[in-house]
């Protein structure tokens, strides 16, 4: 059938299978029964910042920047990701009421 997003459907597929892998270990390190939702969802959350960070390089890499200031700048949008998932999503984006 062949066609312009099959090379994106592969990649899907092969996500998705390092996803599941991913699960599998932190189910193994952490004792976790096999159908644990919090391993899946870490998994998950892990996963998705590598494919926002890959996204993020490929548009600033089609914007022109390139080498030590390509590094830099996702070094620092990688660390902030990453600390954000460390810390938890419980206060991220949550509308502070004004005061009256």
């Known amino acids: ?40 969802v870490a998994a998950n959350a892990l996963m998705g910042a590598q494919r926002e960070l890959r ?7 089609l914007d022109g920047l390139r080498g030590p200031e390509l590094a830099a700048d996702v070094r620092k949008q990688a660390n902030r990701a990453f600390a954000r998932l460390e810390r938890g999503l419980g206060d991220y984006a949550i509308k502070r009421r004004a005061r009256s």
């Open 1 to 40: 059938m062949g066609g312009v997003y099959e090379p994106y459907a592969r990649e899907r597929e092969i996500v998705d299978r390092y996803t599941r892998e991913l699960a599998a270990l932190i189910v193994e390190e952490t004792g976790a029964g096999a159908d644990d939702v919090v391993s899946k």
């Open 55 to 61: 996204g993020y390089v490929w548009a600033r890499v």
